[in-house]
């Protein structure tokens, strides 16, 4: 059976696999304070099984988006996290560290991996919250990086197999702090991970307001530059280049789920 990767913008990503859909760190808004989405606004997906979040930071984990969504979908995200997402209304949040498996149905499970992003969310508290990665292993092994800086040991995550990876290339500014793949560092991560195929993701999506005339090159550029650096760099991955939106299928290989 394909599994279907669909990119929502940002850092949404619709993953539909083994008859199980998961929405990663959804937010599905027109404008989040100074941010403005170039481009439709998508529907909120139905028939949601589970919502992964990677940290709490706005444009990963918004809450007006988080409310939409029904109350009793698991919400699986970072420790530290349960009592700011039972506020933004997720009922059933669990609460995982690295190393943790969540089994959303008997052939489709969560692994907890990591990332390297500072997850404190500022101004609400000072509590730290690790920011996670995940990877989705069923018929289809998929790595969702969230958000993150290049970390020793990332080329372990690929060492079972990865069919897709969704890599983290650019941000919604016009400059990138510390905790943040570009198009080149992206590029290294995939040369670690060894995927299938490498789909660019937190990019092309959000700007701050004004930012259009001067710097709209960020909605188009970053996506298309990681997959030529890995053109140049690893050749045998796959890159897809997604617009929001749009969808790419995947056949399982041939290696079960252990």
């Not at 990332?115 to 998929?142: C, F, N, Q, T």
Request: proline share 9%; hydrophobic share 45%; glycine share 10%.
């Amino acid at each position: 059976m394909a599994a279907r990767l669909t990119w929502l913008g940002h850092a949404t990503v619709l993953i539909d696999v083994a008859g199980v859909r998961l929405l990663t760190d959804p937010v599905l808004r027109g404008r989040m304070a100074h941010l403005r989405r170039h481009g439709p606004v998508p529907r909120l997906p139905v028939g949601l099984d589970a919502v992964l979040l990677s940290h709490l930071h706005a444009d990963h984990a918004d809450r007006p988006t988080l409310r939409r969504i029904e109350p009793g979908v698991p919400t699986i995200a970072p420790r530290g996290t349960a009592a700011a997402l039972r506020r933004a209304g997720r009922a059933d949040v669990r609460e995982v560290a690295v190393g943790d498996v969540v089994e959303i149905a008997p052939d489709v499970r969560v692994r907890a991996v990591p990332a390297r992003h500072d997850g404190r969310r500022w101004p609400v508290g000072h509590a730290y919250a690790d920011a996670l990665g995940y990877v989705i292993e069923s018929e289809i092994r998929v790595y969702f990086a969230g958000d993150t800086d290049l970390f020793a040991g990332m080329t372990h995550l690929g060492d079972e197999g990865l069919d897709a990876a969704l890599l983290p290339v650019w941000g919604w500014g016009k400059r990138l702090g510390p905790g943040h793949l570009d198009p080149e560092r992206a590029a290294e991560a995939a040369a670690r991970l060894r995927p299938r195929v490498a789909i660019p993701i937190h990019w092309g999506t959000f700007l701050p307001i004004g930012l259009r005339r001067r710097h709209g090159h960020l909605l188009h550029t970053p996506g298309p530059a990681f997959a030529g650096r890995v053109a140049e760099r690893t050749p045998a991955i796959r890159t897809a280049v997604l617009r929001p939106g749009e969808s790419l299928d995947l056949q399982p290989t041939v290696i079960p789920m252990r």
